[in-house]
């Protein structure tokens, strides 16, 4: 059975780091494009970073550029989100998404608040 798991969510200041964390059991992450997305509240889910299974490459949206680093470590089949300098506007339910030619499968998400 494929499963994702997100994890290291949490609350924080702005300003402040988080580390995001998308292990997989059932699936080989590197075999698939993996993408971190987020929905704020009342918000539609937007794509933030993904990594391509081809090669590594990795994307970002403008909102988090030079902020957020993207990475995978096949050796625990995880893929991770270095979140820096977090903005309130970063606060979001963060869901993580394994993607190749045969299918898609979710995480269950992990919360992220970014407050004083």
């Known amino acids: 059975q494929v499963q994702l798991v997100e994890s290291g969510g949490g609350l924080v200041q702005p300003g402040g780091s988080l580390r995001l964390s998308c292990a997989a059991s059932g699936l080989i992450l590197e075999n698939y494009c993996v993408g971190w997305f987020r929905q704020a509240p009342g918000k539609e889910r937007e794509g933030v970073s993904c990594i391509s299974s081809r090669d590594g490459s990795t994307y970002y949206a403008d909102s988090v550029k030079g902020r957020f680093v993207i990475s995978r470590d096949a050796a625990k089949n995880t893929v991770y989100l270095q979140m820096n300098s977090l903005k309130p506007e970063d606060a979001a339910v963060y869901y993580c998404?394994?993607?190749?030619?045969?299918?898609?499968?979710w995480g269950q998400g992990t919360q992220v608040t970014v407050s004083s």
């Open positions: 998404k394994a993607e190749n030619a045969l299918g898609s499968s």
